[in-house]
């Protein structure tokens, strides 16, 4: 007699002995309460079969027996190397090759024919419906489907007495995990195999759902690796253990008995299989339906894609996908809301099916993207062209002649760059739109030699786009020398002055420069007044006074001036409403900065109106996908799912804040890939979101990424940069990571003491954090020094 440990121990110890132990039997005698132990001990046997009792053995004053009703079924017998099957003598097993909470797995070679099959032995009455589950749903998928190489085939049962167990085909690689580990790592092995073995898979898994059996625990573990005739690695599907039936008039339409469900209506539980692979919806309690086993094919897909089958994924997972087509094929397996989730298994195996003419599409799209660069510098050149002829020509006045130079070429090259961002699936993220327009400016900039005045409109829209999409460097001296010529070739006032004037504030804002932008802004928008009082009845004009009165209403609300701030927004957006028709980009921008300004002021309710009717307008606005009509994703749109966001955070409606935020910064990445200042924006707030539901272990991955990507765009020593530093490090001390959260919580502190003087709540929360990390480091100095700060606060 021995325990569990000495009895597994020993059973290792015989595999590979042929002969020595055949006439030993091992036995499970169930648990024993033993005398002096506060918990049943399980007792096991070995004997020799004749000579030993090989039985359970009687009580005594020192040991009871405690076996559960209904266990004894599936005590008694237990494998061994070197055993034969009882019921099966042919077969001897050889080896065990797994185990879990239904029992174990054994692979026996039959003694003449020397074939291979597994054993999957039940010694768990309460998993034994499990093995009638699988069998019932094995013989569904034979009568509907007949025998197939993708699924793996049962050749017997048995289930009306001890030892219960299913027979079933033998795989000689084994499961994915174990071929990956025969070849050196997934890694080695090459990626078309790894997408085809993916794609081969998931036609399995449509083929079991076409007669309405889901697997519910698709995982590399369960699909086992065969050679086809030719030698090429197969995939095939195992595992029904815990599947589901959808349809009962399958079973009934075929005679087949049914076993192992409670309820083949209603067994779409939301219990799955292993979590990694397991659908949010399943995780939340939500039936589980086909779109589950997606979800898992997803995940799978994932993981084979980045080489790696023990990785999850996580917050960021694009990252390491860098094929686009396959980072759009899996984002949409592992869609979190079903409605935007791919529908069927079928769907993915003919998008993988399909990829290398997907990729030769690809190419000929991004060649495609090519010739629009060059489309691009035409264009401009045309528009300019047409432009300088009708000023030569004198038919039409110059304040006219100006307004319409403006109109023409911002509006024709904005339609143009914004149509290159959006491109169409967002394939384009690997094709930057900088490189667009440094394939197009030289030859503008020869075309232009010596005419000045278009020079200089030029170098004010290109410099305008290279901001526009973060390159800041790239935009300095493009509007730089568009300022300069203004200012050499026209008298004060002029709208063309102000326009740079306004051009150079925002490069500045960009940078974080806001001091210096400040003057530029106040420049512009004094000589705009001026403007405006000349020409009162010019819609242009006016115009242009609301944009410059909205710029400096941003400095202001930046600048903890909200107050004056909301006049001058509210000021803006009266001019727009009387000269535009909405939907409006311009009047849905005012609005969209109105409510951010009511945001600031702590007035949450009262901002909402404002951005939400800049939602609608910008919806409205947005290009259509041709197939769905939906609208697709816009840089705005995002923008303003991130106030919205924000104003239910501060509401206290985290759930509904998080649905924003989240969907937020998915658009910004659609649209504007993998870094953008505008991403780091949303993605901070995101991480403040997860903090103020006390979720630090969840925040603390967002905001790396966002102190990141600011800490690129815009300098470590950046205020937001800084912000989101603060942010961290309160994650990091709410994790007891000490030494890490006062380095983050002192950088930005440092840097935002002065700036952040005007809100003496936001540095009180810093200091009060870094006297925590100081006593807790035992920094005397330190602490003394941030309580006599917050003291004087």
Same mark, same amino acid.
């Given at each position: 007699l021995m325990t569990q440990a000495a009895f597994d121990i020993a059973r290792r110890a015989v595999v590979g002995s042929k002969g020595i132990y055949e006439d030993t039997t091992w036995m499970a005698h169930g648990p024993y309460l033993l005398k002096g132990c506060e918990d049943p001990v399980a007792i096991f046997e070995v004997g020799v079969r004749g000579v030993s009792p090989l039985a359970a053995p009687p009580d005594s004053q020192k040991a009871?027996?405690?076996?559960?009703?209904?266990?004894?079924?599936?005590l008694g017998w237990r494998p061994?190397?070197?055993?034969r099957v009882p019921q099966r003598k042919a077969w001897t097993l050889e080896q065990k090759l797994g185990e879990g909470g239904f029992g174990e797995v054994w692979l026996a070679t039959h003694e003449r024919t020397k074939s291979r099959r597994v054993f999957k032995f039940c010694f768990d009455a309460d998993r034994l419906r499990s093995l009638k589950r699988e069998l019932t749903l094995f013989r569904l998928l034979r009568d509907a489907l007949g025998d197939r190489k993708d699924i793996a085939r049962l050749f017997d049962v048995q289930l009306d007495e001890a030892p219960f167990f299913l027979e079933s085909e033998f795989t000689p690689s084994g499961s994915l995990v174990e071929w990956a580990e025969e070849q050196g790592g997934l890694a080695q092995v090459p990626l078309d195999l790894r997408i085809g073995l993916v794609a081969q898979t998931a036609r399995a898994v449509a083929a079991a759902h076409s007669v309405g059996i889901l697997h519910k625990d698709i995982k590399p573990a369960n699909i086992l690796i065969y050679q086809d005739d030719d030698m090429r690695p197969r995939p095939r599907l195992a595992d029904f253990g815990i599947g589901a039936i959808t349809e009962r008039g399958q079973l009934e339409g075929r005679n087949i008995t049914v076993a192992g469900f409670t309820d083949p209506d209603s067994d779409t539980s939301s219990h799955a299989g292993t979590r990694m692979y397991a659908p949010p919806e399943s995780l939340a309690g939500r039936p589980f339906t086909v779109?589950?086993?997606?979800?898992?094919l997803g995940v799978m897909l994932y993981q084979m894609v980045v080489g790696d089958l023990e990785r999850p994924v996580a917050q960021g997972w694009e990252r390491d996908v860098p094929h686009p087509l396959l980072r759009e094929d899996i984002a949409v397996c592992i869609d979190g809301n079903e409605e935007q989730r791919l529908g069927s298994a079928q769907g993915l195996a003919k998008r993988l099916e399909a990829l290398p003419e997907r990729r030769r599409q690809y190419g000929r799209r991004r060649a495609a993207v090519v010739a629009f660069g060059t489309l691009v510098a035409l264009v401009i050149l045309g528009s300019i062209a047409t432009v300088w002829g009708v000023r030569e020509s004198g038919l039409r006045g110059t304040a006219e002649l100006q307004r319409d130079r403006a109109q023409t070429m911002n509006q024709m090259f904005e339609d143009l760059l914004l149509g290159a961002v959006a491109w169409d699936s967002g394939d384009t993220r690997d094709i930057r739109v900088v490189d667009l327009l440094d394939h197009a400016a030289p030859a503008l900039v020869s075309e232009l030699e010596g005419k000045l005045e278009l020079q200089a409109e030029?170098?004010?829209?290109l410099g305008?786009?290279?901001?526009?999409?973060?390159a800041n460097e790239k935009a300095r001296p493009h509007l730089q020398s568009a300022l300069e010529i203004r200012e050499r070739l026209f008298e004060r006032p002029r709208e063309e002055i102000a326009e740079s004037l306004v051009d150079?504030?925002?490069?500045?804002w960009n940078m974080g420069a806001y001091t210096e932008a400040e003057p530029f802004y106040v420049d512009a928008l004094r000589m705009r007044e001026t403007l405006a009082r000349v020409e009162p009845d010019d819609p242009a004009r006016q115009l242009a006074l609301a944009e410059s009165k909205q710029l400096r209403a941003s400095w202001l609300n930046r600048a903890e001036s909200a107050e004056a701030a909301e006049d001058l927004y509210r000021e803006a957006l009266a001019i727009r409403r009387t000269y535009l028709t909405p939907p409006n980009r311009h009047i849905a921008r005012s609005e969209n900065n109105l409510g951010f300004c009511l945001l600031r002021q702590n007035k949450y309710a009262e901002a909402q109106a404002p951005i939400s009717a800049a939602l609608a307008q910008f919806l409205a606005l947005s290009p259509r996908d041709p197939e769905t009509g939906e609208p697709r994703p816009t840089a705005e749109v995002a923008g303003v799912l991130n106030n919205l966001g924000r104003c239910e955070m501060e509401l206290g409606r985290h759930d509904v804040a998080l649905d924003? *935020? %989240?969907e937020a910064v998915a658009m910004k990445r659609a649209v504007w890939g993998d870094a953008h200042g505008s991403i780091a924006v949303s993605l901070h707030y995101l991480g403040v979101l997860h903090q103020r539901r006390d979720e630090p272990a969840a925040a603390v991955p967002i905001l790396e990424e966002a102190l990141s990507m600011r800490e690129r765009l815009l300098g470590p020593d950046h205020p937001d940069a800084a912000r989101t530093a603060v942010e961290l490090g309160g994650c990091r001390l709410a994790l007891d990571a000490v030494p890490e959260a006062h380095a983050l919580l002192l950088?930005?502190?440092?840097? *935002? %003491?002065?700036?952040d003087a005007a809100e003496p709540e936001r540095i009180r929360r810093m200091l009060t954090w870094l006297i925590e990390t100081s006593r807790r480091l035992d920094r005397a100095d330190e602490q003394a020094r941030f309580e006599a700060e917050l003291a004087r606060e």
């Open positions: 009871k027996r405690s076996v559960a009703a209904g266990d004894e079924e599936t061994a190397a070197g055993q779109l589950g086993d997606v979800y898992a030029f170098q004010a829209i305008r786009s290279y901001r526009y999409l973060d150079w504030a925002e490069l500045q924003l *935020l %989240r950088r930005g502190y440092e840097v *935002l %003491r002065t700036i």
